[in-house]
Each structure stands twice: as C-alpha cells, then as structure tokens.
C-alpha cells in the first residue's frame, strides 16, 4: 500500500479532493479528515485508514462563546499533535496552504515531505483582495486558531512540491461521466456569495433577475452544499428560474444531465466539469468586478468570462441547439 519510500498521509477536504486522490492513484496509507460530512465518502474508497483529526471550534456572537472557543482551540492543536506522533510518513499530500490547520500540520516531524495538490480556482488566482483575507486571519488568531503566518494567503511553494492541472499539469481530474440524459437549459453552479458575505442579499437578487431575463434558455440553479437552500428559494421565487436539488454534488449531476450552457460566479466547479466550450464565468453580473479581472487575468483559464447580461446572451446566442 505505501510506496517504496515509506507510508503516505493525505488531508482531503472535499469531495473534489477525494476525486484528486483516486484518479491520481495516490492510495494513501492515512487518511486525514476533519469533518464529519468526508466520513462516507472516504470510508467507501479508503476503509479502514481514516484518521479523524475535528476541527477547530467556530465562535458565535457573545463573548462568553468567543472566550470558549478560544480555549477549545489552543487545546485543539496539541490534540491533534499527540494523535499524529505515533506516525512517521514518507510524505503527506495537503490541499489546502493558507488554513491554520495545514500550516500546523507542516511544522510536525513525522508528516515527511508536503505535497500541495490543487485546490481548484484558489490555487491558481487570489479571488479576494489580500486585504480581506488578513482581516479574516486576524479573527481566526483571535479566537484560538493556529497563529504563524495566518495573515498570509500562500505558503512557500519553492519548498513543497506542488501538483495541479493547469500550470504544471501533473495532476489529472477525469471528466464526469458521458450523461444518459439533455436538458437544453443554462446549468448555473451555485456558491455561497451570500452565505459568506461576499455578495449582499439584495445585489445576488438582482443577478438572478439579470441573468434569468438574458439566458434565451430556461435557467436551472444548482446549489452549493453550503448555501442556505431555503434563503434561497425564497431569492429564487420572483425569477423564473428552477431550483434543482443537488444531494449528491456537481459532478454525479453532471453524469445524468448534459446542459446546453454552464455559467457560475466563481465555482470551481465550473472547470471541474471539463466543458469549457459551453462555460461561463459570470462575476460581474454579482457585480464581483475584482474577480472578474482576475478570472480574465489567468492565463491558463480554460473559461470564458462574461461581464452582463448582454455578454451572457451573446454567448449563450452563440451556442449550438441542444446539449
């Protein structure tokens, strides 16, 4: 099971991680989890090699729950060290570089060497200012969590080896598979602009209004396994686009239904999906104009970028009938 030079650890977050893993032929010895929701799916492929680690505790409002959570998580580390020092690995593949939890796994002795696999759009692009994401580790510090360079997006990739599959392309993700039915609709991958306040309740409305009136095909929504489905049905209900349930991902989605169009704000989603001559960016219709200009800013971006709605349309005018 361990290569040759001795057992591998590997820390997959998401499903799409999980993916990296399998159709990269990692089979690592360990796996490393921390939520519960990775539980099953990691189970069915790696039975018997799971390694929970939890995860930090999240403060609420009042400053008595901040205080807890903060006590939780100074404590939290050293727990997670003591699970790990009976292991010696040969390397351990990570996915994430700027968590405080990843930065902390990488000062341990017995991890080996550290693999940085890619992440999807945020391993390529900084989508938010750097400005958000210090203030964003200047909380998480506050609150007990892992301190050393939390303020800092990226790790030193010159010391870790890294894998994606735009750039250096020695990573592969294969393509969902061929689906067994059409639709001859606009896919639009949801992401939780709302949820992390990245994008007001009123501004998102009005990208959905903008986009439904532009699509000249009926528009279905997919959303993210973590926006609040019933906020937003409710933001849904005055457009006429359909809301589709998605209760086991993008990709096992993409495997039943072949879309005309795909179109996201951001979603890495977007490029997992391997369709890119039927692909839409669209942050600025969610007035994300930051983004935008990042997302048109990457070379080796496999999708096109549309501004408004007269962009969508022309786009979407452009496209062959059916899926």
């Known amino acids: 099971m361990a290569d040759r030079a ?113 992440d999807g759009l945020s391993h390529y692009v900084d989508l938010t200012s750097n400005r958000w994401y210090a203030a964003r580790g200047l909380v998480q510090a506050a609150a007990g969590f892992y301190p050393r360079d939390i303020t800092r997006r990226r790790i030193d990739r010159g010391r870790v080896t890294v894998r994606d599959r735009f750039e250096r392309r020695n990573l592969v993700l294969h393509a969902p598979a061929e689906p067994v039915s059409a639709r001859d609709e606009l896919l639009l991958i949801g992401s939780p602009l709302v949820e992390d306040r990245i994008v007001g309740e009123t501004r998102f409305r009005a990208a959905l209004a903008v986009i439904a009136a532009a699509s000249p095909r009926p528009v279905r929504y997919l959303p993210h396994p973590r926006e609040d489905v019933a906020g937003l049905a409710r933001r849904l209900a005055a457009t006429a686009i359909t809301l589709e349930p998605n209760p086991e991902g993008l990709i096992a989605h993409a495997g039943r239904y072949r879309y005309t169009a795909y179109a996201a704000a951001v979603s890495t989603g977007l490029i997992d999906l391997g369709r890119y001559e039927r692909s839409l960016f669209v942050p600025g219709l969610f007035g994300l104009r930051r983004m935008a200009r990042v997302l048109r800013g990457w070379p080796a971006n496999p999708v096109t970028v549309v501004d408004d709605g007269a962009g969508l349309r022309r786009a979407m005018a452009a496209l062959p009938a059916g899926a």
């Open 6 to 118: 001795g057992p591998v650890a590997a820390l997959p977050r998401s499903r799409l991680h999980l993916q990296f893993l399998l159709d990269n032929a990692a089979n690592p010895d360990v796996v490393l989890f921390r939520d519960e929701t990775m539980r099953a799916p990691l189970e069915r492929h790696f039975a018997g090699r799971l390694l929970y680690l939890g995860r930090e505790t999240l403060p609420g409002r009042g400053l008595a729950s901040f205080a807890a959570a903060r006590r939780a998580n100074r404590a939290y580390y050293p727990a997670v060290a003591a699970l790990l020092a009976p292991h010696r690995f040969a390397r351990t593949i990570l996915f994430l570089e700027g968590e405080p939890l990843e930065r902390f796994l990488q000062t341990l002795p017995g991890l080996g060497a550290i693999e940085l696999w890619e």
